[in-house]
């Protein structure tokens, strides 16, 4: 089965640094690779993802994350952290691509706090 | 389209209850998918629809759990004779489109306490 690891419980960064969040999977096959964001007492949040093709892929609010078959990561990263960024991240992957099976895998995400 | 909602938000019942969750997908999409996810976890699969069909279940679902989507509109989750590990937050999710590349949306969730 698909799976993705978050090996940071929580990230501390000061405002104005840059940040990275990491990511790494396992999978069979080409992995589809997503990022959500969960802000307290709401929903996930959509932020990016890889399909195919470029390996740096932009999202929202200023994000990109960087694929990486070779070392099978996908960290998600900010070239300058704002406090409004403090959340919580998850990587997921798409279970069984290329089939009917629609289920994603999330990992247990990462706490990302920005300091003033 | 004011995004995926669900409700209630919040549910506090007792033990051996059943309770009924309801979501309301983005109104084109044709997919809608319901997980859970417990405190320090990520969410986790429970099942998908693709309009009226459910095609998918997690073992996670057990007998007590049933979900439906009539007319490929909304959906609802029911939990029969709660137990206290069914606490956790019920998250719905809907997207568009016959691949398995697009994103899922979620919507704010709604919480189960279990007394």
């Known amino acids: 089965a698909q799976s993705v690891a978050q090996p940071e419980d929580q990230v501390n960064v000061a405002e104005g640094n840059p940040l990275t969040v990491k990511c790494t999977y396992s999978?069979?096959?080409?992995?589809?690779l997503f990022w959500y964001v969960q802000y307290p007492n709401r929903g996930l949040q959509f932020l990016l993802k890889?399909?195919?093709?470029?390996?740096l892929v932009k999202g929202s609010y200023g994000f990109e994350a960087e694929f990486n078959k070779s070392q099978t990561s996908f960290h998600l990263k900010k070239p300058s952290a704002l406090v409004s960024d403090s959340a919580l991240y998850f990587c997921?992957?798409?279970?069984?691509?290329?089939?009917?099976?629609?289920?994603?895998?999330f990992g247990t995400g990462t706490r990302l706090l920005v300091s003033p | 389209d004011t995004g995926v909602s669900q409700n209630p938000r919040h549910k506090i019942t007792k033990r051996g209850q059943n309770v009924t969750f309801r979501c309301d997908p983005i109104?084109?999409?044709?997919?809608l998918y319901w997980y859970r996810q417990t405190l320090g976890q990520g969410p986790e699969f429970l099942t998908y629809?693709?309009?009226?069909?459910?095609l998918e279940k997690s073992r996670l679902l057990s007998d007590r759990f049933s979900a439906e989507r009539p007319k490929g509109s909304f959906s609802t989750l029911e939990i029969q004779r709660t137990e206290q590990g069914d606490s956790a937050m019920y998250l719905c999710?809907?997207?568009w489109g016959l691949g398995s590349y697009n994103e899922q949306f979620f919507g704010p969730g709604t919480r189960l306490t279990v007394l």
């Open positions: 999710a809907s997207s």
């Open positions: 999978v069979s096959g080409n992995p589809y």
């Open positions: 890889y399909i195919t093709g470029d390996n």
């Open positions: 997921a992957v798409r279970d069984k691509p290329n089939t009917g099976f629609q289920k994603l895998v």
């Open positions: 109104s084109e999409h044709n997919r």
């Open positions: 629809f693709q309009n009226e069909a459910q």
